[in-house]
């Protein structure tokens, strides 16, 4: 039975899961470089706007002496780095990866039989102080098998997680899953960082041919893959997110007015690792690429 959750990084992402799960009556844990080892009482703004007051226990860099799952949710490249040094101690303890991008799984030193779940998800969550979380968007989490445990198993987690924040679907090709939500990542997030805009901007005649070129490298890539994407679905899901996103801003559009690393080494930067493997060119995406990391080079060294 699932019944204590510790969730490593204490961002929006993982503050809102632990928010829903702990008033799901799971016991949680959140585990942060800047927590200290004492609960904090977060006020938590909801999509409704109804405002609530929750306390939650927080571990900095250290375990708690027991978890039946344990959620990495920070950003793509802090991912080998939070869970790596835990790996040996959880060898039998289902973990969850819950990032954008894609990549992180093949960096980290698994055991075959260490139980790995992949997840993605499309709620959106800000931060606005240590203390202080807003639920912007009600999204969607799709979770899946990576390795180590029987598909069943991963459809009980999935099952007990749609009972805190839903819909939570359990994908039989999380493969497919994330790639989709790559090919979303590859299309909006540069383009807003750069344009700095909100999603909804990108809906402009300006943005359309380098939102199509992006999706037509993705699914070069995809398909060379055997992936199984769908060109014209995935041009669908594409513009959906941008409509029901419209008024957000996009976590790299956020990373960078915020003078914060972005995860465009884990988007953009995952799908040309794939595309040079396969002499594939995908020229759109470089120049949006080498165009994010020129503004990362004026973000001063974290
Ligand atoms: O995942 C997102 C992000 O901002 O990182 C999207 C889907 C683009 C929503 O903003």
Redesign the pocket.
Known sequence: MLKYITIIGSGAIGSLWAYYLQQAGFIVTVVGRQCHNNPIELTVILPNQQQKKITLNYLNQQLPSHSDLVIVATKAYQVSAAISPWLTQLIQTPIMLMH?GMGCVEQLPLNKIQPILLATT?H?GLKTSISGLSHTGVGQTFIGVYQGMAQEQGQLICQALNRALPQVAFSASIAKTLWT?LA??CA??PLTALAQCR?GELIGHQHQQVINDVHQEVILVATALNIGLDDKILRENIND?IHK?AN?Y???HQDIVNKRLTEIDFITGYLIKQAEKLAIAVPTNQRLYQQIKQLETKIPSQ
């Open positions: 954008n499309s959106g939500k979303i990542n909006i997030n999603n997110v996103t957000n996009s976590s790299m």
